[in-house]
T-cell receptor, first 110, second 116 residues
Framework: SQTIHQWPATLVQPVGSPLSLECTVE??????LYWYRQAAGRGLQLLFY??????ISSEVPQNLSASRPQDRQFILSSKKLLLSDSGFYLC?????????FGPGTRLLVL | DQQVKQNSPSLSVQEGRISILNCDYT??????FLWYKKYPAEGPTFLIS?????DKNEDGRFTVFLNKSAKHLSLHIVPSQPGDSAVYFC???????????????FGKGTKLSVKP
């Protein structure tokens, strides 16, 4: 069966510091991968998606970036965090139109 | 412009009764619809989906209804249980839309509270 992992589970970072969140998927090959953010009291905002290694599409311009160095690894990064980057970050993979989410990373930027 | 709307931010229901969660969409090209359940500090869990070629899909206590002419779908939970208390997101997609194939457009969610 397929599983999706995210780490860390919680992160507190100062403004201006770098960020790296990792997502890995097991049990499937060549999945579509997604990064979402849920800000406090708001819905799910798609940040990036990837249909293959090295292929990244950005949905929302911002100071975040994503990379897919391996088939089942998706990384969300920032060089300098802003206060507005605080939120709950979710990674997902998809099969036949249905997306399956990881446990999420709660990021607090102070 | 929101393409998927959940106009009720919250809903409170008595245990054992029916919960009806509603969702409207604007893009008539959407052909696949999903409902997710989310507990605080956890990732959304897929509940049930429906293709645009159907008008109803049932899975245990959960039934999703699709009214294409009204661009409306609903999730019925019968009977409601306290463990159903969570935020429910509806989502829609264009399964064959170019490079963003499979991308989901989410509503903002409805918080369901089921009271014992």
């Amino acid at each position: 069966s397929q599983t999706i992992h995210q780490w860390p589970a919680t992160l507190v970072q100062p403004v201006g510091s770098p960020l790296s969140l990792e997502c890995t998927v097991e049990g499937t090959s060549n999945p579509n991968l997604y990064w979402y953010r849920q800000a406090a009291g708001r819905g799910l905002q798609l940040l990036f998606y990837s249909v293959g290694i090295g292929q990244i599409s950005s949905e929302v311009p911002q100071n975040l970036s994503a990379s897919r160095p391996q088939d089942r690894q998706f990384i969300l990064s920032s060089k300098k965090l802003l206060l507005s980057d605080s939120g709950f970050y979710l990674c997902a993979w998809s099969a036949y139109g249905t997306q399956y989410f990881g446990p999420g990373t709660r990021l607090l930027v102070l | 412009d929101q393409q998927v709307k959940q106009n009720s931010p919250s809903l409170s229901v008595q245990e054992g009764r029916i919960s009806i969660l509603n969702c409207d969409y604007t893009n008539s090209m959407f052909d696949y619809f999903l409902w997710y359940k989310k507990y605080p500090a956890e990732g959304p869990t897929f509940l049930i989906s429906i293709s645009s070629i159907k008008d109803k899909n049932e899975d245990g206590r959960f039934t999703v209804f699709l009214n294409k002419s009204a661009k409306h779908l609903s999730l019925h939970i019968v009977p409601s249980q306290p463990g159903d208390s969570a935020v429910y997101f509806c989502a829609a997609s264009l399964t064959n839309y170019g490079g963003s194939q499979g991308n989901l457009i989410f509503g903002k969610g409805t918080k369901l509270s089921v009271k014992p």
